[in-house]
C-alpha cells in the first residue's frame, strides 16, 4: 500500500514558546500511526530543532522544512539550503507551495531545481501543484496542474520520481473554507497518477503519494481519504490546533 501521510504546514505562525506548547499538546493527544502511514511536521524553520528534539524519536513522525534554497552554499543572505536542513534531521521539505509560487514569483523551472537539491541529500520532497479558482472555472485545471508536473518534475528518472510525495491544492480552496468535494479529489487526483503514468508508467505512479491540500478538517478527513486516489492531506490551519490535527492523523486510511 502507498504510504499514507498527514502533513502539517504551520506556515509562518506561532511563537516559540506556542510551538513548543502545541507539539506537547499533539504529542499528548491520542493519535496512532500504521506501518503505511506518516505524520510530517513542516514547521518554521527557527523551530525545526525544537521539533526535532520533541518528535525525533516518534516512530513515523517526521520534522519538514517548509522551503529551501535551490544552491547548497553560496552568497545567499537569509536563504537555507536543502543540505543545512538535513544536517539538522531533516529529512522532508515542501516544494513550491502556492504561497511561494504566487508571493515570490517560484516558477516551474525554479522549482525543478530545488526538487533536484532536496534529491541530491537523499531526502523527500513534497512537491506541490494545484489551480487557482479562475483555472476550476475554466475548466482546465487538468492541463493547469499537467503543465506543472512536467515542468518541474519530469527530467527525473524512474527511480527519482517514486522518492517525491505530490500534494495537489485547489488554490481556491486554501484558507477560504471552501473544500473541494470528495468527488472532485477524486478527479484530478486520478488525473494526477494517469498522468504520471504517461511518462513513467503506471506500476510507477501508482507508487506514489498524492495529499489533498485544501482546507483539511476533521470532520472532512475521513471523506477525503477515503478515495482510492487520495493519500492523506497537506494541513495548514487545522494542523495548528492538536484535536483536530489528532483527528486527521487518525482519519488516514
Request: aromatic share 8%.
Amino acid at each position: 500500500m502507498r504510504k499514507q501521510i498527514a502533513a502539517a504546514n504551520w506556515k509562518m505562525n506561532l511563537t516559540l514558546n506556542e510551538a513548543s506548547t502545541l507539539l506537547d499538546e499533539l504529542l499528548n493527544t491520542p493519535h496512532s500511526l500504521k506501518a503505511h502511514q506518516e505524520a510530517i511536521f513542516a514547521v518554521p524553520a527557527p523551530y525545526i530543532s525544537l521539533a526535532t528534539q520533541k518528535l525525533g524519536d516518534k516512530m513515523n513522525i517526521f520534522v519538514a522544512a517548509q522551503n529551501c534554497h535551490q544552491k547548497n552554499s553560496g552568497a545567499y543572505t537569509g536563504e537555507v539550503s536543502a543540505t543545512m536542513f538535513a544536517s539538522m534531521g531533516v529529512k522532508h521539505i515542501v516544494i513550491g507551495h502556492s504561497e511561494r509560487r504566487e508571493y515570490f514569483a517560484e516558477t516551474d523551472a525554479l522549482l525543478a531545481e530545488k526538487l533536484d537539491a532536496v534529491l541530491a541529500i537523499g531526502s523527500t520532497p513534497i512537491f506541490c501543484c494545484g489551480e487557482p479558482l479562475a483555472i476550476r472555472e475554466a475548466a482546465t485545471q487538468n492541463e493547469f496542474v499537467a503543465s506543472q508536473l512536467q515542468n518541474s518534475l519530469f527530467h527525473l528518472s524512474a527511480e527519482q520520481i517514486v522518492k517525491v510525495v505530490i500534494a495537489y491544492e485547489p488554490i481556491w480552496a486554501i484558507g477560504t473554507g471552501k473544500t473541494a468535494t470528495s468527488d472532485q479529489a477524486q478527479e484530478i487526483h486520478a488525473y494526477i497518477r494517469s498522468f504520471l503514468a504517461t511518462k513513467y508508467g503506471q506500476a510507477i505512479a501508482d507508487q506514489i503519494s498524492i495529499l489533498y491540500g485544501g482546507s483539511v478538517k476533521a470532520s472532512n478527513a475521513v471523506e477525503l481519504f477515503s478515495n482510492p486516489d487520495v493519500d492523506g492531506g497537506l494541513v495548514g490551519g487545522a494542523s495548528l490546533i492538536a484535536t483536530e490535527f489528532a483527528a486527521i492523523i487518525n482519519a488516514l486510511k
